[in-house]
């Protein structure tokens, strides 16, 4: 099995760009998609990427994902930040035993 | 709209057994996989287990394993999770989550639950 690395926090001003990776430990980023969840205090997560760059409707296109092979990551990049994007970030991936991996979570503060 | 509601939670001593339901309605439940997903007060996301949409493939976290069942009733449009030998470590929100691949596992979610507290506690 592998592990999903993240930042636990990352802060910005609104109106800046902010960038949270997702680290996977073994086996390659590009063998199984990422999706990306936002959890905001109290409520369910939402997907805001899937498929390691597909946003769902409904989705602002301030949000973009992308994976490195280079450095074993995906990435989740938030521009022209909100403060109403302030919450919980989760990246998540599988194995090869369809087991389902989800990073530790980067809480983002937009100040 | 889809809609998936989860009861079943509740206070529960070590050791003890409890059973999760969701149910679910707005799409054709007996076409997608469904997850139980948990979140422990304060802690990240943890997925727990998943089933297929005919229950031909199940699988589990391996802090489970050998405790939790889960199992469907696609003629309820239902989701069950029977929890056994409960642990305070299993003291979690507990989310109901679908599998967004039509008749097929994708590994992902695209629709939650509000979720159901499960408390685990002498």
């Known amino acids: 099995n592998f592990m999903l690395t993240q930042p636990h926090s990352v802060s910005e001003s609104p109106g800046k760009t902010v960038t949270i990776s997702c680290t996977r430990s073994s086996g390659s980023i590009a063998s199984n998609y990422v999706q990306w969840y936002q959890q905001r205090p109290g409520s369910a997560p939402t997907t805001v990427i899937y498929e390691d760059n597909q946003r769902p409707s409904g989705v602002p296109d301030r949000f973009s994902g992308s994976i490195d092979s280079s450095s074993n990551s995906a990435s989740l990049t938030i521009s022209g930040l909100k403060t109403e994007d302030e919450a919980d970030y989760y990246c998540q991936s599988y194995d090869s035993s369809n087991r389902v991996v989800f990073g530790g979570g980067t809480k983002l503060t937009v100040l | 709209e889809v809609q998936l509601v989860e009861s079943g939670g509740g206070l529960v001593k070590p050791g003890g057994s409890l059973r999760l339901s969701c149910a679910a309605s707005?799409?054709?439940?007996?076409?997608?996989?469904m997850n139980w997903v948990r979140q422990a007060p304060g802690k990240g996301l943890e997925w727990v287990s998943s089933i297929s949409s005919s229950s031909s493939y199940i699988y589990y976290a391996d802090s489970v394993k050998g405790r939790f069942t889960i199992s469907r009733d696609n003629a309820k449009n239902s989701l069950y999770l029977q929890m056994n030998s409960l642990r305070a470590e299993d003291t979690a929100v507990y989310y109901c989550a679908r599998d967004p691949g039509f008749l097929e596992w994708l590994g992902s979610f695209d629709y939650w639950g509000q979720g159901t507290l499960v408390t685990v506690s002498s």
């Open positions: 707005g799409f054709t439940f007996s076409s997608y996989s």
